[in-house]
């Protein structure tokens, strides 16, 4: 189902083709996010037309709301948001111990309190496996614990004892037509844990491997070194998956240490705060420095926003909460995303990646939360 293309000789950069029952992904590839069923603010021509190959769903979110009877009724997601390429979804486990009130972890799942009404549930390997079947996605993912990044390593053994009996009981459950099941590797910064977590993982051969419990709020070094940890018990003949990953940079560092797969709410989410991403870096809106400025977003972008618009307007639509501001730059900071992925493929191809990615990396100004981490570890 996935096939390797071609890995970089002087990184661990890896082209490949991803063949779904809803078509094929070429990677490494972006996943615009569609937590409830849709992207926020795009519909799904936009996001043909921005050349997005797959998109990530909720299995938790979508599972309250509109709840699976509706779902079913519908006859899955693609036909529900009426999109009928790839879909990912996402097993709910992350949600359930980051959003949700947990009241008690058992032996085949998490008991806990809806985050919208407060209702009692339990979601574990079988429903979340049930949720994704009903969804009808193409790549499901099991069900994992993920612990935060300072969890005392007590707690984070527990989560990988866990995470690999659950990620068992999913592989046995019944699937959807062609639906491919994705193992997630926990272990947080424990190299062991993670080694561990791998091995049990690959010996159950799962049609892809996710590299999970990294972006929950640990500085940007020990990110990569949770992925370096990781990667090298990762079999070559499989898609990897870094979830919930990241800024553009991060993503060609990720892509440069052997990951094929990113999605990230970034794009989408900072748009809706005026805020645009450019290959340089990113920047809000609506500082007065644009209130005259009648040039595109980001200069030579081709973009359906930056084409049409100027700084100028979109920072004036943002300041009277227009929802054109927030639907442009969405548009912008996807196709940013997708277009860079396009970019590596090719560089990948033509056996210039690394030139690429050094260049790309050295004029790309990272936020003030990424170099502060950065400090501290050169202090530590
Ligand atoms: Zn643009």
Known sequence: MFELLKTDSHTRARLGKLST???????????????????????????RELGAQIILGNSYHLSIRPGLDILRAAGGLHRFMNWEKPILTDSGGYQVFSLAKIRKIKPHGVEFNSHVDGAPLFLGPKEAMEIQRVLGSDIAMVFDECPPHDAPAREQRHAVERTIRWARE?????????????????????????????????????DGYAIGGVSVGE???????????????????????AMGLGTPAQLLELIARGVDMF????????????????????????????????????????????????????????????????????????????????????????????????????????????????QAEIER
């Open 21 to 47: 029952a809803h078509g094929v992904v070429d990677t490494p590839v972006f996943m615009p996010v569609g937590t409830q069923g849709s992207v926020k603010t795009l519909d799904p021509r936009e996001l």
């Open 170 to 206: 999913c592989r046995e459950q019944p699937r959807a037509e062609g639906q491919q099941v994705f193992g997630i590797v926990q272990g947080g910064s424990n190299a062991a844990l993670r080694e561990e977590c791998a091995k049990a993982l690959v010996a159950m051969d799962f």
């Open 219 to 241: 500085p940007e070094p020990e990110m990569f070194k949770a992925i370096e940890m990781t990667e090298p018990f990762l079999p070559a003949n499989k898609a990897r998956y």
């Open 263 to 374: 999605d990230c709410v970034l794009p989408t989410r900072v748009a809706r705060n005026g805020t645009a991403i450019t290959r340089r870096g990113a920047f809000g809106l609506k500082g007065g420095a644009y209130k005259a400025d009648f040039r595109s977003i980001e200069e030579g972008c081709d973009c359906f926003a930056c084409k049409n618009f100027t700084r100028a307007y979109l920072r004036h639509l943002l300041n009277v909460n227009e929802i054109l501001a927030l639907r442009m730059l969405s548009v912008h900071n996807v196709h940013l995303f997708l277009k860079l992925m396009a970019d590596v493929r090719a560089a990948i191809a033509a056996g210039t990646f690394a030139g690429f990615y050094r260049e790309f990396i050295a004029n790309y100004v990272p936020s003030q939360k990424v170099l502060s981490a950065r």
